[in-house]
T-cell receptor, first 114, second 115 residues
Framework: GEEVAQTPKHLVRGEGQKAKLYCAPIKGHSYVFWYQQVLKNEFKFLISFQNENVFDETGMPKERFSAKCLPNSPCSLEIQATKLEDSAVYFC????????????FGDGTRLSIL | AQKITQTQPGMFVQEKEAVTLDCTYDTSDPSYGLFWYKQPSSGEMIFLIYQGSYDQQNATEGRYSLNFQKARKSANLVISASQLGDSAMYFCAMREPNAGNMLTFGGGTRLMVKP
């Protein structure tokens, strides 16, 4: 598609439950990125993919967070044993190859941990 | 040290006037890209404008222009003829190809346009 599609828009989980977020990047874009936005301003990079391969995972809290981008499936971000501090908006972005290509963002998934 | 600094948490501008949103950055990489995004209250992130470190000219996109001063490491966004719909959070971001290609964001500036 022509837009990055993220589902669901909102997700509510009890502390300790699992949360799974999905992202369909723009068709033809080689790179996918996940960011966490807390309190409407601070963005934290989590992980990036080049096609289905992890490109950079330096931002991922690996003990509970995992992500995949498999061929012919939406990308996913999964959080095991959620904590209150995981409450945030999670954005997925994709971009095409080339130095000046911007990242195009989805509308985000608002995750609320109760 | 902060890689991207936006020193103005909030700004007011009168409708139809121009406004400058400040952004300074820190990198030792000679090749980098600078981006501005707009985030309205509805939450989506809208790409506005891009400046490459090797670009000789300042970038312009409609009412948006980027005042790029490489020696001072600043990339200020200028919005001309402000409209009520410009009220939003604005984020400056940097991409360093040799440091993972992700975007590093500033803390944002909330712009409020007064009628």
């Amino acid at each position: 598609g022509e837009e990055v599609a993220q589902t669901p828009k909102h997700l509510v989980r009890g502390e300790g439950q699992k949360a799974k977020l999905y992202c369909a990047p723009i068709k033809g874009h080689s790179y996918v990125f996940w960011y966490q936005q807390v309190l409407k301003n601070e963005f934290k990079f989590l992980i990036s993919f080049q096609n289905e391969n992890v490109f950079d995972e330096t931002g991922m809290p690996k003990e509970r967070f995992s992500a995949k981008c498999l061929p012919n499936s939406p990308c996913s971000l999964e959080i095991q044993a959620t904590k209150l501090e995981d409450s945030a908006v999670y954005f997925c972005a994709s971009r095409n190859r080339g130095p000046g290509q911007p990242q195009h963002f989805g509308d985000g998934t608002r995750l609320s941990i109760l | 040290a902060q890689k991207i600094t936006q020193t103005q948490p909030g700004m007011f501008v009168q409708e139809k006037e121009a406004v400058t949103l400040d952004c300074t950055y820190d990198t030792s990489d000679p090749s980098y890209g600078l981006f501005w995004y707009k985030q309205p209250s509805s939450g989506e992130m809208i790409f506005l404008i891009y400046q490459g470190s090797y670009d000789q000219q300042n970038a312009t996109e409609g009412r948006y222009s980027l005042n790029f001063q490489k020696a001072r490491k600043s990339a200020n966004l200028v919005i001309s003829a402000s409209q009520l719909g410009d009220s939003a959070m604005y984020f400056c971001a940097m991409r360093e190809p040799n440091a993972g290609n992700m975007l590093t964001f500033g803390g944002g500036t909330r712009l409020m346009v007064k009628p």
